[in-house]
């Protein structure tokens, strides 16, 4: 019914920037939050940023200063600018949205396949 498609990981040098995509498509009649996860090897998936509806966005301590989500709601599209890449970002992201599929009066969260984030010299 829904399917989102990330795009936009690499491998990048320290300090450097990457800009990742998350497009979603099918049968959407809304889209509340958009959100961006990351999962380290070894570690739990946590979350990166989360923008809402309104465009208000939240982000982890760890790239507060550093990340910038924004959306195009007529794209149905999250956007997340990673830049002062650090080794420690160095993990697959995650993009998802929570949203109302036509003929549905409930909301539900979709999940991106991951895109590879490498920072390393």
């Known amino acids: 019914q829904v399917q989102l498609v990330e795009s936009g990981g690499g491998l990048v040098q320290p300090g450097g920037s990457l800009r990742l995509s998350c497009a979603a498509s099918g049968s959407i009649r809304l889209i509340n939050a958009m959100g961006w996860y990351r999962q380290a090897p070894g570690k739990q998936r946590e979350l990166v940023a989360v923008?809402?509806?309104?465009?208000?966005?939240n982000y982890a301590d760890s790239v507060k200063g550093r990340f910038t989500s924004s959306r195009d709601n007529a794209k149905n599209t999250v956007y997340l600018q990673m830049n002062s890449l650090k080794p420690e970002d160095t993990a697959v992201y995650y993009c998802?949205?929570?949203?109302?599929?036509?003929?549905?009066?409930?909301?539900?969260?979709?999940w991106g396949q991951g895109t590879q984030v490498t920072v390393s010299s």
């Open positions: 923008i809402t509806s309104g465009g208000s966005t």
């Open positions: 998802n949205m929570n949203l109302v599929n036509w003929g549905s009066a409930s909301d539900k969260t979709y």
